[in-house]
């Protein structure tokens, strides 16, 4: 029973990542280019700490 | 196909000839920083966004900027390379970042694949495409 609860929540995961994979594919052009700064925003810390350059776009670029 | 990490900006540009048949960058640069922008590695930062200027260095680049579409960014206009030429720039530079992606732009991004094929074949590229697939 434990193992079919551990394989009903990994394929709801795994749904969940299609689900929001085919809504990034699906964004337009500019929501992309917003979506991108998000992402370098999130990832910046941790290529700063590990001794690497990255630049966050400008906040105009960013999502409202 | 959905975003993908990155920091900079490429931008690929057509050059008249330099002294010696040679396409040079200088210019492009020295007017960038007698406009204040500044050098980081292989880019200049362009109102906060690492642009990295690449001149157009063969005839399928070419190609692809004379088909890019305009596409508008907010107000302004912008040229976007086509995804069939983006396959085939990533196919020929072959480097692994480059295999990945085209791994990934295959399966997930809405292409023309006649358009594709044609492209291929003008810029010899059928052969790597094919053995390419083999590796899929």
């Known amino acids: 029973v434990e193992e079919d609860a551990v394989n009903e929540e990994l394929q709801r995961i795994v749904a969940a990542k299609e689900r929001r994979r085919r809504h990034l594919t699906a964004l337009s052009f500019v929501e992309k280019i917003r979506t991108l700064v998000d992402m370098q925003t999130m990832a910046a810390p941790i290529e700063r700490a590990k001794g690497r350059p990255a630049r966050v776009s400008p906040k105009g670029m960013q999502k409202s | 196909m959905e975003p993908i990490l990155t920091y900079h900006l490429d931008i690929f540009v057509q050059l008249p000839l330099g002294p010696g048949g040679l396409t040079t960058l200088a210019p492009v640069y020295e007017y960038l920083r007698s ?73 997930e991004a809405t292409f023309d694949k006649r358009y594709l094929t044609e492209i291929l074949e003008r810029h010899g590229l059928t052969t790597r495409w094919q053995q390419w697939r083999k590796t899929q």
């Open chain 2, 35 to 107: 406009r204040g922008y500044a050098d980081e590695q292989e880019c200049i930062v362009i109102e906060g966004v690492p642009v990295q200027i690449l001149p157009a260095y063969n005839p399928l680049i070419e190609e692809a900027l004379a088909e890019a579409r305009e596409t508008l960014f907010e107000q302004t206009p912008t040229r976007i390379l086509r995804a069939e030429h983006l396959l085939a720039i990533m196919l020929e530079t072959g480097r692994d970042k480059d295999r990945q992606r085209l791994a990934a732009f295959v399966s």
